[in-house]
């Protein structure tokens, strides 16, 4: 049986040993003695040759302590139930490359495979993720989340609920409303209300914490520039926008979103403490840069197990639930008061605005991780219910009397008696309780009487029709306000060439950019008054350098009762 290699090369680094140990050796003596091969034995002693096994391949990509650095990503990552795809691997290595001053360089379409033939951990393999119905969840799934809980509480040990996030990204379709119930007289089906099912996606990133407290959103916007008609109206300045070609968060997104994630969070540590984000398995959250930045900013990145963060994350539960739902109602609303206008792009931002508070409340975010059992770690939470999905078969229980059940006896106090009308103005209350005793008087007749109660009844029957009246045109205009406005293609100008702007930051370049026109304006109308009337003419005056001017008149007493324009 031959030899294996390790065995082989073991006995020619003896023979090498112990020929070099004597002054004169007889190699072929030495060959034989060992069972190697005479010329191997020649080389290694007179030429100082080396074994094949000790010198690295001159045409490696990576180096050693680039690979070992992969190696350590690639570890970390699957530790954090975030195993990375061959792609994402050579994405990595690309990544490396370009540091280390190889831009034009990168690795071939085998390197990775190559490279994990290699990898030293042995238990470390390509195994198949397999896409299944989230409802299909068996016994060695939950013993799966039961592990992961475990790990979880490991993590999270000592940790301020503060300092525990989680970030996640939803899709709004602009113009999507909801099915809905309404009461009408039309027999079938009422009239439908115009929406569409096709309109353009924007994406919106959201991050909360444990305690309640929730990051500013990034709205991505499909496109490549920024437009002027999206900030004419009062969103928050520290809001963040981008742009994207499809309307996706991509790579760069994701990095420049963990910057500013890093930024906002670090007023928030204490002296020692470290942040946990908990991500999903998106692809732009295993980039090397992604991960880089986190590692450097002190922030642990924990995943999710793949195909069940429908479950576990807590933002995929009731935050974003009640975010669609408050979306939708929106554009109902748009639809029914608007006048034929839709939702558009550029009121998206207006219109997220109205409704963001009310879907992600602190006591939302916190009910969130709370009822994931994420903090305080209960994994009791979404694995009991999970077991009890399938509801156990009942027991048939047949009877053979021939009696029928009694039915029940209608319930008297049932919600539809307990209903009362509602309340009217205090002030119409009033006047009928001032006016009601006016239908006692003995020297009213019968008819005027009849005619005084029912001035009372329809005096509170028009004053609730007028405040309806009144509450449906506020909002008629507050929903067509921002939709009214004139919209123009011009883009906002003078920003950073990555996409990513504040929202203070776009409305400083607006106001920038109007100021000057503002100026060029003037200036061509002091020009056409001069070449009209051929004198100069005396530049206009703002209502603020009239009142820096302006001189005050004094009284006898000292008293300011005035002021003298110079102008």
């Not at 059992?373 to 009890?388: F, H, M, Q, R, T």
């Not at 209608?410 to 006016?435: C, G």
């Not at 100026?519 to 005056?541: F, H, N």
């Amino acid at each position: 049986m031959a030899d294996s290699i390790e065995t082989e090369v073991s006995r020619v680094n003896e023979a090498v040993k112990h020929a070099r140990s004597q002054k004169k050796p007889n190699l072929r003596e030495v060959a034989r003695q060992y069972d190697v091969n005479y010329r191997l034995l020649w080389r290694r002693v007179n030429c100082n040759m080396k074994p094949k096994t000790e010198v690295k391949p001159s045409n490696y990509t990576l180096n050693v302590y680039q690979e070992k650095a992969l190696g350590y990503w690639i570890k970390t990552l699957d530790a954090s139930f975030l195993p990375p795809t061959p792609a994402i691997i050579e994405h990595w290595a690309n990544a490396t490359l370009a540091r280390s001053k190889t831009p034009d360089r990168t690795v071939g379409k085998d390197w990775v495979y190559r490279y994990i033939r290699r990898f030293p951990d042995t238990e470390m393999k390509l195994r198949r993720q397999k896409i299944i119905d989230s409802k299909r969840l068996g016994i060695t799934d939950v013993a799966e989340l039961y592990h992961w809980y475990d790990l979880l509480a490991k993590a999270l040990e000592g940790v301020n609920p503060r300092n525990i996030y989680n970030f996640d990204e939803t899709g709004f379709q602009i113009g999507q409303g909801r099915t809905r119930r309404v009461f009408s007289s039309q027999s079938g089906k009422a009239s439908d209300l115009p929406g569409t099912e096709h309109g353009e996606r924007v994406t919106v990133a959201e991050c909360i914490a444990a305690d309640g407290w929730r990051m500013q959103p990034l709205v991505i916007f499909k496109g490549q520039h920024h437009m002027e008609s999206w900030y004419n109206h009062p969103i928050p300045d520290e809001w963040i926008t981008a742009t994207a070609e499809k309307g996706y968060i991509i790579d760069k997104l994701a990095v420049r979103w963990m910057e500013e994630f890093d930024r906002e969070t670090r007023t928030r540590l204490k002296n020692g403490e470290q942040r946990i984000l908990l991500v999903d398995g998106c692809g732009s959250h295993l980039t090397f840069e992604f991960l880089d930045t986190a590692t450097e900013a002190g922030i642990k990145i924990f995943g999710f197990p793949p195909n069940r963060t429908n479950y576990l994350q807590p933002l995929d539960g009731k935050p974003f639930q009640a975010y669609k739902a408050y979306f939708k109602t929106q554009n109902n609303l748009i639809s029914q008061w608007g006048g034929g206008l839709l939702a558009s792009k550029s009121s998206f931002l207006n219109d997220l605005y109205q409704f963001r508070d009310k879907a992600l409340t602190p006591r939302m975010c916190r009910n969130a991780f709370s009822e994931r059992g994420i903090y305080p770690v209960d994994a009791k939470k979404v694995c009991e219910s999970l077991e009890n999905a399938l509801p156990p078969i009942p027991d048939i229980e047949i009877d053979l009397s021939g009696e029928k059940t009694p039915s029940p006896e209608p319930d008297l106090l049932s919600s539809s008696l307990e209903n009362t009308p509602s309340k009217t103005f205090k002030d119409v209350e009033k006047r009928q309780k001032h006016l009601s005793p006016l239908l006692c008087r003995p020297d009213l007749t019968p008819k005027e009487k009849k005619t005084l109660a029912q001035v009372l009844d329809e005096q509170e029957f028009y004053f609730n029709a007028l405040a309806n009246t009144t509450a449906t045109i506020r909002e008629m205009a507050a929903i067509r306000a921002p939709r009214e406005k004139k919209t123009t293609r011009r883009r906002v100008m003078g920003l950073s060439d990555d996409s990513v702007i504040r929202v203070k930051d776009a409305k400083r370049s607006i106001a920038e950019r109007k100021a000057k026109e503002d100026k060029k304006d003037e200036r061509r109308a002091v020009k056409e008054l001069e070449k009209k009337y051929g004198v100069p003419t005396t530049p206009r005056i703002t209502e603020a350098q009239r009142e820096a001017e302006a001189e005050p008149l004094y009284s006898e007493s000292g008293e300011v009762i005035g002021f003298y324009d110079k102008f």
